[in-house]
């Protein structure tokens, strides 16, 4: 075309047009990209399409609608092999000006993150984008990062975007694949001893923590469910300095972290899990400053456990799951089951620490490595007898210490166990009185039908019919006395 003027407005039209009916069209993947790629002005629709999903200063579409933002990452999203390859392939037929355009095509786009600041919109149509182009041509992304490491640099900057850490996870995992011709594990650890150590600088910001640790997590998450995924190399985390970070943050992020390198260590790298005794002696205290200094309370004016110290509740149940003698002997040499006491104390409605810290209880229970047992139980029974005494326990608080108040009564064949009860001079009277009023109600099967036990082994129906005559019986009775 002569006229520069009227070739811009023809791509223009094009592009606000065509993509819209390739989107939405019912035909193929490979047709709808298709009608795109074997276009004339291929290079300079993909120039646009890039600067529309990155509002850079874009020739033709200055102010992109939402509707055309979202259409044009969709497009990279949806788009088949052929559309990607574009952007990598070497094509005949194209002028040394359209061969140029094109060779830059995808340093426009990953440049993206070389500036200062970025809308969390456009950062999560650069992840719809990048990270179909990470899945299918992941190598080449990575070699454009090996020749130019300063993005990897720019990828870091920006932590304090989620979608931005995404396409870091993405990247990461990809790089690790087994499967892969070229190496580039060793840039994915460059790329997670960074991460590790802005965590470790950036502690007090919890934006930044929680972006950081997502992407721990789910490269754990994709070790269990991909068991050829390996990433020994780049999680070579420390559990003692993801703890201290979560102590500086408020973030649950490095609790969960730790829940799931726990498991991981005891499934490929059982060596490693003497590097948690480090922690143990820390829980407690912690679970003692949640009671002592929390102060944040709900609508109803009831103080909040929160979900970064139901992640500490669910390691210290891990831990203890291990059966390791120097976990369990710090843990407990700490005070953890007088803290935890206290804790249930101060949380009497939260149904989930009341559950867990049975669990845990029990755990060390019939633990038989552990010395100090009998402190435990004597512990126990006093929590259990002294909260029934008083006068305002709540109802479902009283479920819970019923419940244990009946496992332990379960365990009497322990010798410890019946000789602290024994020892404990109120324990016999509260069993008389309190648990076993208690008892008579609970225990009992609704229409003492009971589940587990056969059909024909039921006498439900003649204790029904007792019931029944029995209300007869008393309100002919009341008319009785009425008349």
Not at 274 to 303: M, V
Not at 408 to 415: A, L, S
Request: hydrophobic content about 35%.
């Amino acid at each position: 075309m002569e006229n520069p003027q009227d070739q811009q407005l023809m791509i223009q039209e094009f592009i606000i047009n065509q993509v819209t009916s390739i989107i939405q069209s019912d035909l193929s993947v490979y047709q709808k990209c298709n009608s795109i790629i074997t276009h004339e002005y291929s290079a300079w629709i993909y120039y646009e399409l890039i600067s529309t999903i990155t509002l850079n200063s874009n020739i033709f579409n200055r102010n992109p609608t939402p509707q055309l933002l979202f259409q044009c990452s969709e497009l990279f999203e949806n788009a088949n092999q052929e559309f990607i390859d574009y952007l990598f392939d070497h094509l005949e037929g194209l002028n040394e000006n359209q061969q140029v355009i094109k060779q830059g095509l995808f340093r426009y786009l990953i440049t993206l993150v070389e500036l200062d600041t970025i809308s969390e919109t456009i950062c999560g149509y650069f992840y719809k984008a990048m990270n179909s182009i990470i899945q299918k041509r992941g190598a080449d992304v990575w070699n454009f990062i090996e020749n130019d490491q300063r993005i990897m640099s720019s990828f870091l900057k920006h932590v304090d975007q989620p979608h931005i850490c995404k396409t870091i996870t993405e990247l990461i995992i990809f790089g690790n694949q087994p499967s892969n011709i070229l190496d580039y594990s060793y840039l994915a650890q460059q790329f997670s001893d960074r991460l590790f150590k802005i965590m470790i600088k950036k502690s007090y910001q919890n934006i930044i923590v929680d972006n950081i640790s997502e992407i721990y997590i789910e490269i754990l998450t994709r070790k269990s469910q991909n068991q050829n995924l390996e990433i020994s190399q780049i999680i070579m985390l420390q559990p003692s300095k993801l703890f201290q970070i979560a102590i500086q943050s408020n973030s649950e992020g490095p609790y969960h972290i730790l829940n799931l390198l726990l498991e991981y260590f005891k499934n490929y790298q059982q060596d490693q899990i003497d590097s948690f005794i480090d922690i143990s002696h820390l829980i407690p205290l912690e679970f003692q400053k949640t009671y002592q200094n929390y102060n944040q309370y709900d609508r109803y004016y009831n103080k909040l456990f929160g979900r970064k110290n139901v992640r500490l509740l669910n390691l210290t149940l891990q831990l203890i799951e291990l059966n390791n003698q120097s976990i369990n002997s710090k843990l407990i040499d700490n005070g953890l089951v007088n803290i935890l006491i206290n804790t249930i104390c101060e949380f009497p409605f939260h149904n989930q620490l009341h559950f867990t810290s049975f669990l845990i209880f029990e755990k060390l229970i019939e633990n038989h490595q552990i010395d100090q047992i009998l402190q435990i139980i004597d512990s126990l029974l006093n929590f259990i007898v002294n909260q029934f005494n008083q006068t305002q326990t709540i109802i479902g608080f009283k479920g819970f210490l019923s419940k244990l108040a009946n496992y332990m009564i379960n365990q009497q064949n322990n010798p410890v166990i019946l000789t602290a009860m024994k020892n404990n001079q109120e324990w016999e009277g509260f069993c008389q009185t309190n648990l076993q009023i208690i008892n008579q109600i609970e225990l009992n099967f609704y229409f003492n039908f009971n589940p587990r036990k056969p059909i024909n082994e039921q006498n439900f129906g003649q204790n029904i019919q007792q019931d029944i005559s029995q209300q007869q019986e008393q309100i002919s009775q009341e008319q009785q006395q009425q008349e």
